[in-house]
C-alpha cells in the first residue's frame, strides 16, 4: 500500500490514516511489514530510520505536526531538524519549547516542552528556536556537543557571539549552565570542519595557546598561501586534522591525488621551517599522546624560531 499520500513530510498520524480508511489493524500489519514504522505515540513514518539521528528527526517532524504551530524545536532537536555536524549527542529524548510564554514545562514518554526563553538577542524563526540558543542548549550537557554546532553555526552565519553570550544568560539557573557559559568564549568560526572543532577543544585542554587557520605566504610560487589548520604560538609547529573522507581511497576517488598533493604541500611547509604535526580522530581520543607527539616536534623544531611568512 502507498502510504506518500498521508505524509508529504514523511510522517502521518494514527488519526489521519483512519480517515484515509486504513483500520487499527492494517495499520499493524503494515508496521510488521516494514511499510510504515512506529515514531511515537499515534504517529507513523513511511520511511525507514536509517540512523538515531535520522529517527529523532523524524520523531521532532511528527510532534511538529502534532502540536501545530504552538511548539518549536530546541536543544538537539533544532540540530536534527536542520541536519547541522554533531558530535556526542544523546538522540533519545525529543526536545520542544512552548512559543507561548505562559505554558509551563511538560515531560512524557522521552519528550521535553520547555518553557519558552526569550531575550533581545535572540530570535527564533520557523520550526526551530535561535541556533545560539540551540547550541548553549546543547552545552547544558556536552561542551563538545555544542562546539560543533556553535563552530558550524558561526561560519555559515546562522549564528553570532553575541546570540551565544545572550543564550547563555538567559539559561541562568539552568543545571550545566556554567558549562555551557565557560564554552561560549571558546567557539569559532575558523575552524571548518567538526574535526577541527575536536582538535582545538583537545590542544586547548593539554594547554596549548594557538591560532586557527593561519595563512602563510608561499615563497615558491609568490601570491599564493597556505592555510594551516593550526599553529601552536610561539613555535614553529602547525597541527593539521586529517579527516577520513578526504584521505580514503573507498570513499574518496580522488584520494591518491588528495594525498600527492598535501605530500607537496607537507614539504614546502618543512622547507620553510615548520614541522606538522597529523592528527586523526582516533589520535584525538588519546590526548597524552596528542602531547607527546607535539611536544617531540617541539624538540625537533629549528633552533631559531622562523620569520613567519605571513600573508
Known amino acids: 500500500m502507498n502510504l506518500h499520500h498521508l505524509a508529504p513530510s514523511g510522517v502521518f498520524s494514527a488519526a489521519a ?35 538515531d539521528k535520522h529517527r529523532h528527526r523524524l520523531r521532532v517532524t511528527a510532534l511538529l505536526e502534532e502540536y501545530a504551530g504552538l511548539v518549536m524545536a530546541s536543544h538537539a532537536s533544532a540540530v536534527a531538524v536542520l541536519d547541522l555536524p554533531d558530535e556526542g549527542i544523546d538522540w533519545g529524548t525529543v526536545h520542544l519549547m512552548w512559543r ?30 535561535d541556533l545560539g540558543l540551540a547550541a548553549v542548549q546543547v552545552g547544558l550537557h556536552s561542551q563538545i556537543g555544542m562546539l560543533v ?12 557571539s553575541e546570540s551565544l553570550t545572550a543564550a547563555a544568560r538567559s539559561l541562568r539557573g539552568h543545571r550545566g549552565v556554567t558549562r555551557a557559559k565557560a564554552a561560549v568564549s571558546w567557539c569559532d ?13 583537545v590542544l586547548r585542554g593539554l594547554g596549548y595557546a594557538f591560532t586557527p587557520q593561519l595563512e602563510i605566504a608561499r615563497r615558491e610560487h609568490p601570491g599564493r598561501s597556505f592555510y594551516a589548520d593550526f599553529h601552536l604560538d610561539g613555535t614553529n609547529v602547525l597541527v593539521e586534522f586529517d579527516g577520513k573522507v578526504k584521505y580514503d581511497p573507498e570513499t574518496n576517488p580522488d ?7 598535501e605530500k ?17 580522530r582516533a589520535d584525538l581520543a588519546r590526548p597524552a599522546l596528542v602531547r607527546t607527539r607535539i611536544e617531540a616536534a617541539i624538540r625537533d623544531s629549528r633552533p631559531a624560531r622562523p620569520e613567519l611568512p605571513l600573508a
Open 189 to 201: 568560526s575558523r575552524h571548518e570542519w567538526p574535526g577541527e572543532t575536536l582538535t582545538a577543544h
Open 149 to 160: 554546532v556553535a563552530d558550524h553555526c558561526l561560519r555559515k552565519g546562522l549564528t553570532t
Open 17 to 51: 490514516a483512519r480517515m484515509s480508511g486504513i483500520s487499527g489493524a492494517l495499520l499493524r500489519s503494515l508496521v510488521a511489514r516494514g511499510e510504515c514504522h512506529p515514531l511515537h505515540r499515534g504517529w507513523y513514518s513511511v520511511q525507514r530510520p536509517t540512523s
Open 255 to 261: 584520494a591518491a591525488r588528495a594525498n600527492f598533493d
Open 264 to 280: 607537496l604541500r607537507e614539504d614546502e611547509l618543512r622547507r620553510l621551517g615548520f614541522v606538522v604535526v597529523r592528527l586523526t
Open 100 to 129: 507561548d510564554p505562559e505554558r509551563p514545562f511538560r515531560a512524557f514518554s522521552r519528550v521535553h516542552i520547555h518553557e519558552l526563553v526569550e531575550h533581545p538577542r535572540l530570535q527564533h524563526r520557523g520550526q526551530t528556536v
